[in-house]
T-cell receptor, first 115, second 111 residues
Framework: DSGVTQTPKHLITATGQRVTLRCSPRSGDLSVYWYQQSLDQGLQFLIQYYNGEERAKGNILERFSAQQFPDLHSELNLSSLELGDSALYFC??????????????FGPGTRLLVL | ELKVEQNPLFLSMQEGKNYTIYCNYSTTSDRLYWYRQDPGKSLESLFVLLSNGAVKQEGRLMASLDTKARLSTLHITAAVHDLSATYFCAVDNNAGNMLTFGGGTRLMVKP
């Protein structure tokens, strides 16, 4: 158990809908990262937040957005869902914002199925 | 754009044998990470390699990093069934906030 929690574990929804995925980082970690894992794209970095502010952006679609709240939990919002958004979404956390030897610790993931 | 390639993508081996997984990356970076993922599970951190020539060992796994060759290896010694999993290498962007993952190596160790 990495100490990173994600809810829900599974989510089934329809095309065009909007969902919110939630992540709580390990105690003491200020950075939260979101990744998408799919069969065709592999593991892709989406976005990073550090202490409430966006720090890095990867291959995140405009239909997706994220935020980190004062209590450091983070939410990933996915809207206008398409079949291709079906994937496993991981949240990871680390202590700092960048650099150093920090390991990113991954949560259990949310499996999203868009029908 | 940073690209990370692993090979092989799939590896079936007998218990007791040795093998090496290779991870090549396309741009300069001196930080490389190895993760393990069991089916349907999350990613577990195995090794963090932070400099050229870094070598780390844990049990039957040993990882090394050659930043000049842009190559990391994960060597498996005397494989056992419990090592069956998918192994990912990941390289960061030197700002430490974005990991680019390889495609993964699915390892199956047969009794």
């Amino acid at each position: 158990d990495s100490g990173v929690t994600q809810t829900p574990k599974h989510l089934i929804t329809a095309t065009g809908q909007r969902v919110t995925l939630r992540c709580s980082p390990r105690s003491g970690d200020l950075s939260v990262y979101w990744y998408q894992q799919s069969l065709d794209q592999g593991l892709q970095f989406l976005i990073q937040y550090y202490n409430g502010e966006e720090r890095a952006k990867g291959n995140i679609l405009e239909r997706f957005s994220a935020q980190q709240f004062p209590d450091l939990h983070s939410e990933l919002n996915l809207s206008s869902l398409e079949l291709g958004d079906s994937a496993l979404y991981f949240c990871a956390s680390s202590v700092g914002a960048s650099g150093g030897s920090e390991t990113q610790y991954f949560g259990p993931g949310t499996r999203l199925l868009v029908l | 754009e940073l690209k990370v390639e692993q090979n092989p993508l799939f590896l079936s081996m007998q218990e007791g044998k040795n093998y090496t997984i290779y991870c090549n990356y396309s741009t300069t970076s001196d930080r490389l990470y190895w993760y393990r993922q069991d089916p349907g599970k999350s990613l577990e951190s195995l090794f963090v390699l932070l400099s050229n020539g870094a070598v780390k060992q844990e049990g039957r796994l040993m990882a090394s990093l050659d930043t000049k060759a842009r190559l990391s290896t994960l060597h498996i010694t005397a494989a056992v069934h419990d090592l069956s999993a998918t192994y990912f290498c990941a390289v960061d962007n030197n700002a430490g906030n974005m990991l680019t993952f390889g495609g993964g190596t699915r390892l199956m160790v047969k009794p």
